[in-house]
């Protein structure tokens, strides 16, 4: 993936993104042993970049699928003390952050990562990235309700679009159901608001997939780093190039 020569520098924590601005026109950055002087110049992880003749410190790109615990809030720091993100990712080389977010009451598939561009676009509205939940609501939900869900609902910042709906089953025994969701939009709290509106509130939700990828073999509080292939089917759900 390329991007601009002033960002990556400003990665690189060379400087400010301004001020590497500033060092390319004056002649200060070198790729591949040519001086460039124009800033709308891309450059991609492969390019030898050096600034008055030292090379640059790159961060090497990561990828972590993470299964977050309820009770989590998926921030890197809270002021009220509560267990983050962050104390799960200490002894990582890199720094990572989420994409996105999952509520302190939900658990389930979580990705982190240092690619802000990957981030940026899976979230994007436009990419239409399908996030599928697994979600326990009391009482017994007829199919009419679930067919709400499936049209789109309204909501205060308007209507959903149609969902993907799976009945996994009516527990009559604990007067509950459990069903499977697919939405690609990423409202706050979308899910909980949904089944709100169908008059049956959220007990339990878990999200079970982000894309193609999932929580098997996964367990709680656990994470690992995703493989080659896996990275490049997000950045093409991202529609990044490379």
């Given at each position: 993936m390329e991007e601009r020569l002033q960002k990556v520098l400003a990665a690189a924590g060379v400087a400010s993104r301004r001020e590497a601005e500033k060092y390319i026109l004056?002649?200060?950055v070198k790729v591949n042993g040519k001086v460039v002087k124009e800033l709308g110049t891309k450059v991609d992880e492969k390019c030898f970049i050096t600034v008055d003749g030292k090379p640059i410190k790159r961060e090497r790109k990561a990828y972590y699928l993470f299964y977050k615990p309820r009770g989590?809030?998926?921030?890197m720091s809270d002021p009220q003390g509560r267990r983050t993100v962050a104390d799960?990712?200490?002894?990582?080389?890199?720094r990572v952050f989420p994409v996105g977010r999952l509520d302190?009451?939900?658990?389930g598939l979580l990705l982190l990562t240092n690619d802000g561009a990957l981030a940026q676009g899976l979230m994007h509205p436009s990419r239409e990235v399908n996030k599928t939940y697994r979600v326990g609501v009391?009482?017994?939900v007829p199919q009419e309700k679930l067919d709400l869900l499936r049209l789109g609902v309204k909501l205060d910042d308007g209507?959903?679009?149609?969902?993907?709906?799976?009945?996994l089953e009516y527990d009559h025994e604990r007067n509950m159901t459990y069903f499977d969701i697919t939405?690609?939009?990423g409202r706050n709290r979308q899910i909980r608001r949904m089944c709100d509106y169908i008059g049956f509130p959220v007990r339990n939700l878990k999200r079970i997939k982000f894309g193609t990828l999932s929580l098997k073999g996964l367990?709680?509080?656990k994470m690992r780093e995703l493989n080659e292939d896996e990275a490049e089917t997000l950045k093409k759900a991202a529609k990044l190039n490379g």
């Open positions: 004056g002649g200060r989590v809030v998926t921030t799960y990712v200490k002894d990582l080389s890199q302190y009451n939900t658990e009391p009482g017994i209507v959903t679009a149609p969902a993907v709906v799976t009945l939405i690609h939009e367990s709680k509080g």
